[in-house]
């Protein structure tokens, strides 16, 4: 492809295998040059973690588009650890945006610091790399078993949509990732909303059920009961409650909100602490 275009760096947390990837692709296409450097395997869940022990082996992986080729590598390692492969070593010229996705399930509220979507968006803005994170809801049971019988014809659209605005930006200042779910029922003529990230979870641990606590699976996960109660703002509700799509615009800055002085005033106390230590 021409390098005239721009280079649109492409990964997930589902692996390198994901129908929701090559729809991401598929949008990145659009938009510009794709590269895609992506797990080889199943990472959900991984956050923004790089943890010892785990390789950062990689490899080309054929990957056509329409009966184009798309330069792509697949690495022995998390979403992270694969856009920091990417920009350390792999891409031919740095990219102009990151797509992360399109994810199998939402990711919303206070459970996307689970998220290897999100983390490996986060790790793209900690890089200097203007990102994205893109989530479809989807049957509980795809999370970590991709179908093909998904439709990601909105995710496409919504991907492309706010691609394209990031491209034409800048965004705002602390404005680091945007963080887009679609509802499952989403088209592109769904209406969308920008939220804030919920202070609720959106997904609470259970107990697995006896058969899959014998595969030594311990902890299992449903939706938060009354999600109505969650904040009317929120990203929670807005696809849950509304069924709009969720804009999210995430910060790097994970510093307290709080009021430092009327902090300071409540660590350092009246006075001594009692006794010695």
Known sequence: MSESKELILVTNDDGITSPGLRAAVRAAAVLGEPFVVAPRRQWSGAGRSMPPGVGWEVQPYPFELDGRAVTAYQIEGTPAMAVARALLELVPRPPA????????????????????????????????????????????????????????????????????????GPLPFDVDVLKIDLPADATPGTPWRLTRLSRYPYFVPVLAPPDQQERRIAADYSPVAQIERTERDSDIYALAVDRVVSVTPLSLDLTSRADMSELEVALRGAGPLPGRW
Do not use: W
């Not at 919303?108 to 989530?135: C, F, N, R, Y």
């Open 97 to 168: 945006l990151l797509i992360s996705g399109v994810n199998y399930g939402e990711n919303l509220g206070s459970d996307v610091t689970i998220s290897g979507t999100v983390g490996a968006a986060l790790q793209g803005a900690v890089l200097g790399l203007p990102a994205m994170a893109v989530s479809l809801q989807t049957p509980k049971e795809m999370h970590n078993a991709p179908s093909d019988a998904v439709d990601f014809t909105a995710a496409i659209h919504f991907t492309c949509l706010f691609g394209r605005r990031i491209l034409d």
